[in-house]
Nanobody, 126 residues
Framework: QVQLVESGGGLVQAGDSLRLSCAPS????????MGWFRQAPGKEREFVAA????????YYADSVKGRFTISRQNAKNTIYLKMNSLKPEDTAVYYC???????????????????WGQGTQVTVSS
């Protein structure tokens, strides 16, 4: 069982930056592919970014490409989402997720992930 804990959310103004962190408790995620998803009120949970377990491949939703960066420090067993140039439409609960699988497959659908965190709120004011 993998338990994921997100942190780093908060209230910021448009144009600001935030860095979210995701760390597991009780187990390493060094061999897991990891993803970030978000869910705004009244909307479906949507893909934001993903990174392969080796860190060699990253994937982004078009809406965040060029603004967000996903990374991992396997030595610290932590995954990050750096969010720059935040917009009000980025407001959502952000979730970290993990799936064990191929390093060369792009896991961009929520149904593909096995483990989820509780989420951290990001609010961007205009």
């Amino acid at each position: 069982q993998v338990q994921l804990v997100e942190s780093g959310g908060g209230l910021v103004q448009a144009g600001d930056s935030l860095r979210l962190s995701c760390a597991p408790s009780g187990r390493t995620v060094r061999t897991y592919n990891m993803g970030w998803f978000r869910q705004a009120p009244g909307k479906e949970r949507e893909f934001v970014a993903a990174i392969s377990w080796s860190g060699g491949s990253t994937y982004y939703a078009d809406s965040v490409k060029g603004r967000f960066t996903i990374s991992r420090q396997n030595a610290k067993n932590t995954i990050y989402l750096k969010m720059n140039s935040l917009k009000p439409e980025d407001t959502a609960v952000y979730y970290c997720a993990a799936v064990y699988g191929s390093d060369s497959y792009s896991y961009t659908h929520r149904e593909e992930y096995d483990y989820w965190g509780q989420g951290t709120q990001v609010t961007v004011s205009s």
